[in-house]
C-alpha cells in the first residue's frame, strides 16, 4: 500500500511525496503519469511556507531580495504615480481643447488657463502666448513667427521632459532585475551543490535549501522586472502620443495667432 514519506531521492524526484510505499520503493511506477494531477499541484504549493524558506535564507540572498524588493517597491509607486499623472493630462487636454477650439481669441483663452493646469496643452499655451503678447507689446502685431515656433517648441519640451520623469528607472528595473535575480539563482545552486557534497547525501532533503533560494530570487527578479517592462511601454505610447497632440495643437495656435493679431 502506498504511505507517504519524506525521503525524496533524485531518481524518482517526478513521482512525488505520495508515491512510496512504507519500505522508501517507488510502487504504481507504470502509473506514474497519472500522479501530478492539477489537485496534487495545488496541493503541493499550499503546503509552501514561504516565510519558513526566507528566514532559512543566508546573508546573501536575503540582500539580493532586499534590493529586489526595493527595486520593485520604487516601480510600483513610480507605476501608481504616472498613472495617475497620465489619466489626469489625458483628461485635461480633452476639456483645454474644447475650450480652446470654442474661443475666437487667445486673451479669452488665457484668462481660463488656470482651470487646466494638469493638461500638458496649457502649458504649451502659456509659451506661445507669452511670446505673442511681446511681440504685440513691442509693435502691435506678430512679426515673427519663427520666434513663435520656437517658443512652441520650449513648451512641448518642456512638457515632454515632465512626463517622461522617472521613465529611466522603469527601464533599468526592467533590464537589471532579471540579472540580479539570475545571480540569486546562481548562488542558491552552488549553496546546493556544498550542501550535497557535505552530507554526502543524494535526498532532495540536503539541497533543498539551496534550490528554495535559487528559485525564490529567479521568482522575485522577475516579479520586479514584468511590471516594469510592461508599463515602460505603455507610458512610451502615451507619452508620444501626447507629444503628438502638442504638435498638432501648436499648428492650431499659429493658426489663431495669425487670425487675431497679424498684420
Known sequence: MCAPVQTFQYDSVFYSAFDYNGNGEVCNREEKGTWLTA??????????????????????????????????????????????????????????????????????????????????????????????????????KITNLIALERTLQLGMSEELTRLERSM????????????????????????AFQSLGLTSSTSLRAVGPGIAEALITTAMGLFAAIPAAIFYNVFGHSIKEMGARMEDFSLEFLNLSERNFEG
Do not use: C
Open 39 to 140: 489537485a496534487h499541484w495545488i496541493g503541493l504549493v499550499a503546503e509552501i511556507d514561504l516565510w519558513e524558506l526566507v528566514k532559512g535564507m543566508g546573508p546573501v540572498p536575503l540582500g539580493i531580495l532586499g534590493l529586489l524588493f526595493m527595486f520593485s517597491l520604487t516601480s510600483w509607486t513610480i507605476i501608481l504615480s504616472k498613472a495617475t499623472l497620465f489619466r489626469r493630462a489625458r483628461n485635461g487636454n480633452a476639456r483645454f481643447l474644447r475650450a480652446f477650439r470654442k474661443a475666437t481669441r487667445l486673451d479669452a483663452v488665457a484668462a481660463a488657463t488656470e482651470q487646466f493646469r494638469s493638461a500638458p496643452l496649457a502649458t504649451v499655451f502659456d509659451f506661445g502666448y507669452s511670446e505673442v503678447a511681446r511681440q504685440i507689446t513691442a509693435r502691435s
Open 168 to 191: 529611466n528607472w522603469l527601464a533599468t528595473t526592467a533590464s537589471v532585475t532579471p540579472f540580479i535575480g539570475l545571480f540569486g539563482t546562481v548562488w542558491g545552486i552552488i549553496n
